[in-house]
């Protein structure tokens, strides 16, 4: 649509987007030895190549059919309890789902990880090699139009809705990751220490795990550090929900509407055997009962738990509500020798009056809810009204299991399975039917990129002008560079920088006042969005600053639109490291960048006043206007010296170079190892420099540009 409407030659040339969703080039900085080494207790089959005009034709009512079927087809190697399957699905797209965490967005099921390593061995996710197992027939069956991702995706929630609970809308297109690489953050891995430092066997890790304690989905269910103490879990509850965006109603509804199905297992205390680790093909050979029976069926052991939740696990209902406050709940240990709770009558009632509480078990994760006023409130709520509760676990489900996909465009064929936007998806409005003459635009940019605003004083450029040159970069920059692959938000789509929260992120400083160089042509083409001009702004003072090198090298792919809500994008903030060169060599992944063109993007012009409006005492070079390699040549030659400017920031002064400053970032960039050998190259090679820059910046502005989960509409 975008480029058909447009009018001018050269800015409207595609945008050179071809494996967008897997980084910008081909040198992948994630395939490093050591994280290809863990993934070889690796047992799936690699994905078949994914194909979005089979995805889309993929008729998910007959899987959902098949699905149907399978959850009542108890099979010998691994019987159905109570002849259904439901609850084992259900938890299965649970815990491919509740790795997700708001932090940088990694984790969730788009990718389907939870097949390899490290999320395969997590303790939390034994015996799903089992549920696994008894999807692959229909995997097999629809090949590449149905991806594991949205298989298991599909199994909880044909589960649901056949066990008679809410509808659920599905949005289809999961690509299958080859192997477990994107989850090496949430470890236990030396990539997750580096990024998300917790130790294995700390019950009280912190964001950005999105889980206390390594190996679990959230919280001990027996309790904060095995302790059954519920009140002692609830801040444990509400801190890891919250990691994984939801809030308090979502996380009632859903623990309580989840444990409505099903059961926990842990028939006697002689566990389930060592875990993939140790044997990839049998990781979890349950060790209670004896003979052909012997570890599974009632034998089975997973969490060490035992029991369901309620006298029908395997129909919906709100009996999980009404027998936790109908109750009052005891302690003890179960059969698997951990502790957990059952029913006693409440004072006043007694077994003779009442006869004997259901045979049912709580969590100390479950009885949780009753010592918090809010989740009190909730689960009376849920208890008296079962419509409440049916309306708010759909809800919530859909979340869970569609919030890593990112915005709705990425859902395929969405008209026919796909539930309208939600809130949490941040929709935008349509782009205008007509887009303005792209070229026109730019041409009045380059004219105003010399000329004095009131609001915003220019940097002085090196050709002696003043120049908007370095500011206009850095605004497109600070727009779109919020773009996380992990789960498809942020980029400059939709201008949100104009909005706050954003507009006043420290980090912005001075981008509202820019504004006002921009606003005359802003106001000259009426149907010019902000997000198009901001970005079409950035990539002309960029184009012009690299000279003749500059012609064609950096595309211009317009159509974005504007939002007219910012809220919901905290969680795109810039985020801590425990240093700078970790911070950007985890950023590049997240953004989806090889380390290369992160490192090249660090060579963007810089503005001097920018700098001091920040807090610096300036930048590494007095004069802007002019895209080069120069940053990289002054960094490695001169001698840093660590200071703090008069407004008290952490700056590197240079030696032999008065009034030129670095900060900590661009001093990892000279001192870390890998970067240092990346920036020496582009030191050595201008031409190289700017040919990583440039492929580097158009990925960066139109990563956002979905059509489908991998596509672009851009393309
Ligand atoms: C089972 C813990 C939240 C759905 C279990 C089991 C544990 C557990 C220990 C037993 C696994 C086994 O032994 O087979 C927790 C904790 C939660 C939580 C600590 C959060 C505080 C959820 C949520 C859902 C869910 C949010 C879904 C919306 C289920 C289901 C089962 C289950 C359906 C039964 C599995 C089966 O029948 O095989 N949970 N859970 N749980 N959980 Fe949760």
Redesign the pocket.
């Known amino acids: 649509i975008v480029i058909a409407a447009a009018t001018a030659a050269e800015t409207l040339a595609a945008c050179p987007m071809a494996g967008m969703g897997a980084g910008a080039g081909g040198d992948d900085p994630l395939a490093r030895p050591a994280a290809r080494e863990l993934l070889e207790a690796d047992a799936a089959p690699k994905p078949a190549p994914f194909d979005p005009a089979k995805v889309e034709a993929l008729d998910v009512a007959a899987v959902k059919a098949d699905l149907t079927k399978l959850m009542t087809d108890s099979q010998a190697f691994w019987p159905a309890?109570k002849g259904n399957y439901?609850?084992?699905f259900?938890?299965l797209a649970?815990h491919c789902n509740?790795s997700y965490r708001t932090w940088d967005g990694r984790g969730g099921c788009d990718g389907a990880r939870q097949r390899f390593m490290p999320e395969l061995a997590w303790p939390?996710n034994?015996?799903l090699d089992k549920a696994r197992r008894l999807l692959e027939p229909i995997k097999n069956k629809y090949g590449g139009a149905l991806s594991w991702g949205d298989l298991i995706v599909l199994a909880g929630d044909t589960a649901i809705e056949s066990m008679g609970g809410p509808k659920i809308g599905f949005c289809l297109g999961r690509v299958d990751d080859a192997d477990g690489t994107d989850s090496l953050e949430l470890g236990p891995t030396p990539e997750q220490r580096l990024v998300a430092p917790c130790k294995a066997g700390d019950g009280n890790c912190e964001q950005p795990l999105g889980q206390t304690t390594m190996g679990?989905?959230?919280?001990?269910?027996e309790g904060v550090l095995g302790e059954p103490v519920p009140e002692k879990?609830v801040p444990h509850?509400r801190g890891?929900?919250a990691r994984m965006g939801m809030n308090d109603l979502e996380t009632v509804a859903?623990?309580g509407?989840?444990?409505s199905?099903?059961?926990?297992?842990?028939a006697c205390p002689a566990g389930a055997g060592p875990g993939p680790d140790e044997d990839p093909k049998n990781p979890w050979p349950g060790l209670c009962g004896t003979g052909p029976e012997k570890g599974k069926g009632p034998n089975?052991?997973?969490?060490?738990?035992e029991g369901?939740w309620t006298s029908t696990?395997t129909s919906w209902n709100n009996e999980y509500f009404t027998n936790l406050l109908e109750f009052g709940w005891e302690k003890h240990k179960g059969p698997g020798d951990h502790f957990q709770w059952r029913p006693v009558h409440k004072a006043g009632r007694s077994n003779a009056t009442h006869g004997e509480p259901p045979a049912v078990m709580m969590?100390t994760?479950?009885v949780a809810l009753l010592h918090d006023p809010v989740y009190k409130e909730l689960s009376e709520k849920f208890a008296a009204d079962p419509d409440a509760l049916t309306t708010e676990?759909g809800r919530?489900?859909y979340k869970?299991m569609t919030r890593d996909m990112g915005p709705r465009t990425r859902c395929l064929a969405a008209d026919k399975w796909t539930p309208p936007a939600q809130p949490w998806q941040m929709p935008l409005p349509d782009p205008p039917a007509t887009l303005p003459d792209f070229a026109a635009v730019k041409a009045d940019i380059l004219k105003s990129m010399h000329t004095q605003a009131k609001a915003l004083p220019a940097d002085a450029g090196a050709d002696g002008r003043p120049s908007y040159a370095a500011l206009l970069s850095h605004l497109a920059w600070q727009c779109a560079s919020t773009f996380r692959r992990t789960d498809y938000q942020g980029g400059c789509n939709g201008a949100r920088i104009m909005l706050a929260p954003q507009k006043s992120w420290p980090e912005n400083k001075g981008m509202t006042e820019l504004r006002a160089v921009l606003q005359p042509i802003k106001s000259k083409y009426p149907n010019l969005s902000w997000a198009d001009l901001i970005v079409l702004a950035g990539t002309a003072a960029n184009e012009a600053a690299a000279g003749a090198a500059g012609a064609g090298a950096f595309p211009f792919c317009g159509g974005r639109t504007d939002a007219d809500d910012g809220s919901l994008t905290d969680v795109l903030a810039p985020r801590k490291y425990i240093n700078e060169s970790v911070a950007i060599k985890d950023v590049a992944k997240v953004r989806g960048l090889p380390l290369n063109q992160a490192v090249a993007l660090m060579g963007a012009m810089r503005s001097p006043s920018q700098a001091k409006r920040m807090g610096y005492s300036g930048a590494w070079s007095g004069a802007t206007g002019v895209l080069d390699n120069a940053y990289f040549k002054t960094l490695l030659a001169e001698d840093w010296q660590k200071g703090k400017s008069a407004a008290g920031k952490e700056e590197w002064a240079a030696k032999g170079k008065p009034g030129v400053f670095a900060t900590a970032a661009d001093v990892a960039v000279a001192t870390d190892p890998e970067l240092k050998a990346i920036a020496q190259g582009y030191a050595a090679d201008n031409a190289k420099f700017l040919a990583d820059f440039s492929k580097a910046w158009t990925y960066m502005m139109n990563a956002d540009r979905f059509k489908g989960p991998r596509g672009s509409a851009c393309a």
Do not use: E
């Open positions: 309890d439901g609850g084992l259900i938890r649970w509740g939390d034994t015996n679990l989905i959230y919280v001990n269910p879990s509850i890891t929900f859903l623990i509407g989840g444990h199905f099903g059961k926990v297992h842990g089975t052991f997973t969490s060490g738990f369901p696990p969590l994760t479950d676990f919530a489900w869970l």
